[in-house]
């Protein structure tokens, strides 16, 4: 395996009495594209922005090509580009302004202006003012602006969040084509599930401060792999001493919303014991589903919450 | 040689500039207005009304008043308006200027209420077949009028007074060549001020500066886009106003021009530092703007622009004196009327340079830059 081009060891960083994050490691190879996944809060950005040297660990070491912030600032803004979870430009300059003001910072032609204008597809609105653009257009633009320089490292920081499905699909197009096309290693951070899903090679799932589980998609599941759920709902109140026994891992029971899952080693095993004991003692179901195991799944039963929260 | 970030860098604050109409209005348009309206205000008034407000006495008739300014020239008028009728009675000739007094009958309480709403400064009652002033003994626009009113009934005629007036019209002499090179200093201050503090702190506030300081862009090639950006806007501003003044007053620059030009530039620097430094660390544009107003609002009011500093107490002039707008509205109203060149204002442009270089190494010393 190749050396990483990116190295988090044991990084802590506190804010007043908020463990922001908590004693985290992990690397990135370079082409490899990752996801922080994390609901609000998680520590997400923050771990983001000290790679982004924006902010400074209290404690731990992050090696960007073997270098780090203290004593390489202009070396590194070369390596790394970014977009950040809102990026704001100046409202009154068109796109082809902005992408050419930050294009002179890097000193490259115009012509890579073009280029990269090309890649998100915004030609049409390059004579376009930035205050006109819709939310879309705008990551769009911070996007373009991040792959000016061809950097090794792209850390885009929730670059679909707020956005409409289809402007969303978009943005993903354009990831997916430039994973096909670029040997950049990518961090996303996101709290969609999907996203992590689709883009990604490997997913680091977050949650307050700390690194709960990371792995590809596969290997988060499969460690998972024999699990499957029956959710169900009903309208009554249901002790939970009803659902144990063999073959039954763990019910996560809401009982405000008189919600289950139960999650199990085998469906076809499972479901007409659980659909007896229902009959037996007189619950009424108002929903039943049957279904594998997801990323969402895997996270509630480490947290107790949805990503979203 | 200038590189290409930074030649982009000033285009960037340029078009932001010119293309919202507000600001084209408050940068060029506004100046001129008020150039205009206080250099009218001040300059053309050969005449003046006056209203006093005259209560006669309950037991006495208008008779009984008109009799006490019988050597006096006076009119009794009807206001068609409000069907009511006043006594007018001129003070002064050609050269002193005149002042028309318009005395209306009115009650004691409307007396006051024209006091107060500041339609007129001075009350005249009667009393018994005597005259009653009553006045702020602090406003001098009330003291004037009972000169004026005193000699006037007192039948003094100034025709035959031995005195002789002239009028003084020479140019550096007048109300608007005191006001226009303030003006002009002025504008450097406001335009620098806001134009740049407010500028930074927003793009600070808005997150602009974040992403700009991801990339290898040199970050006091940042700052000072923004100040040779200002430099070039002031002159734009500042000769705007002064082909403006140049042609509607007569304004001219006696002295050195290239001296106006080195000072003028130095003014810029030195509020430019000054901008700098606020901007260093305000983190919302709300601050700023009370910050910004701290600064600006004393020095407008005590540096000589509107009126002299002079009137204050000789005590905190020095003070005054020190302050940079002080400074550079005087050093270029002494180019302006006094015909002054280098050897005069050297000393301004050495302390403007200095106070923007400090403020501006401080302020980019505790830069926040997001």
Known sequence: MS?????????YKYFKNVKAVDGISFSVNPGEFIALLGPNGAGKTTTVEMIEGIQKQNKGTINISGLNWAANE????????LSLQETRFIDKLTVNETVQLFASFYKLPRTRVDEVIEIVALQEKKKSYVENLSGGQRQKLALAIALLNKAPLLLLDEPTTGLDPTARREIWNILMSLKKSLNTSIILTTHYMEEAEYLCDRIIIMDKGKILAQGTLEELLSANNSKEIIEFATIDNISEQFFCGDG?????????????????KSI????????????????????????????????ISMTGKHLGD | MLNRSFLQLILVQIRDFYREPAVLFWAFLFPILMAWGLGIAFNKKPEVTKTIALVINEKESTLDFEKLFKNTQYDKKLDSLNDTYYYNITYGNENLGLTHFRLKP???????????????SLILATNEGKLEYHFDKFSAEAQLAYLQL????????????????KPMTEKGTRYIDFLIPGLIAMNVMMSTMWGISYTLIEARSKKLLRRMVATPMPRWEYILSHIVTRIVLCFAEASIIFAFAYYYFDIKIEGSIFAFIILFISGIIGFSGLAVLIASRTAKTQIGNG???LIIMPMMLLSGIYFSYHNFPDTVIPFIQALPLTMLADGIKAIFNESAGFAEVWKYIVILNAFGLITF??????????
Do not use: M
């Not at chain 1, 050396?3 to 990084?11: K, M, Q, Y």
């Not at chain 1, 202009?74 to 580009?81: A, E, P, T, Y």
């Open chain 2, 150 to 165: 005193t000699s006037l009934f007192n039948g003094e005629n100034l025709y035959e007074q031995q005195a002789v007036i």
């Open chain 2, 361 to 370: 190494v401080i302020g980019l010393k505790y830069y926040k830059w997001y």
């Open chain 2, 291 to 293: 910050l910004i107003n």
């Open chain 1, 74 to 81: 202009s070396k590194l803004h070369q390596i790394i580009s």
């Open chain 1, 248 to 264: 039954i891992y763990k019910l996560i029971w809401d009982e405000n919303a008189f919600t289950g899952k139960l999650i199990v």
């Open chain 2, 106 to 120: 009115v009650s004691w309480q409307q007396a006051e209420l024209l006091v107060k709403r500041g339609s007129a």
């Open chain 1, 268 to 299: 076809i095993e499972q479901l007409p014991i659980f659909l007896q004991k229902i009959k037996e003692n007189g619950i009424k179901l108002t929903k039943l589903e049957c279904r594998k195991l997801t990323l969402d799944d895997l996270f």
């Open chain 1, 3 to 11: 050396t990483p081009i990116l190295e988090v060891i044991e990084v």
